[in-house]
């Protein structure tokens, strides 16, 4: 292999999923620990939120776990979509005033009103 093409390689960065659809209960953070260092690399604010809304959790509570398990998921979510190529792109698209859009109708393929 070239050098050329181990630069081209290392030029796409590797996926943090394997779809940017969803993530597999074996992909991306695992612990409280592994996700607040991935929010804290990808963004310090999202991971104060986390760390705010984690410390709020009453621990007295019955369901105290099960809100920690729903916070843990919702800020897995919030890691991807800062970190897949495939979402950042789409945001960026998303926001760019010259990518073209189109209606329900344009694309189901309804009538045009005259």
Same mark, same amino acid.
């Given at each position: ?7 081209q ?16 209960p074996?992909?991306?953070?695992q612990?409280?620990g592994?996700l607040?260092?991935a929010?804290?690399? =990808?963004? &310090?604010a999202e991971l104060a +939120?986390?760390t %705010?809304?984690? $410390?709020a959790?009453?621990? !007295?509570?019955?369901?105290?776990l ?7 998921t ?8 800062? =970190?897949? &190529?495939e979402?950042?792109? +789409?945001?960026r %698209?998303?926001? $760019?005033p010259?990518?073209? !859009?189109?209606t329900l ?10």
């Open positions: 292999m070239s050098e050329h093409t181990a630069d390689g290392a030029a796409r960065p590797t996926p943090p999923t394997r779809s940017p659809y969803r993530i597999e074996d992909e991306g953070p612990t409280i592994e607040k260092a929010l804290a690399a =990808t963004d &310090p +939120a986390f %705010a809304r984690l $410390d959790v009453r621990t !007295t509570d019955p369901a105290a099960n809100e920690v398990r729903a916070l843990f919702e800020y897995r979510h919030v890691w991807v979509l800062r =970190t897949h &190529p979402i950042q792109e +789409a945001i %698209a998303a926001a $760019d010259y990518t073209p !859009t189109y109708e344009d694309v189901l393929g309804g009538e045009k009103s005259a």
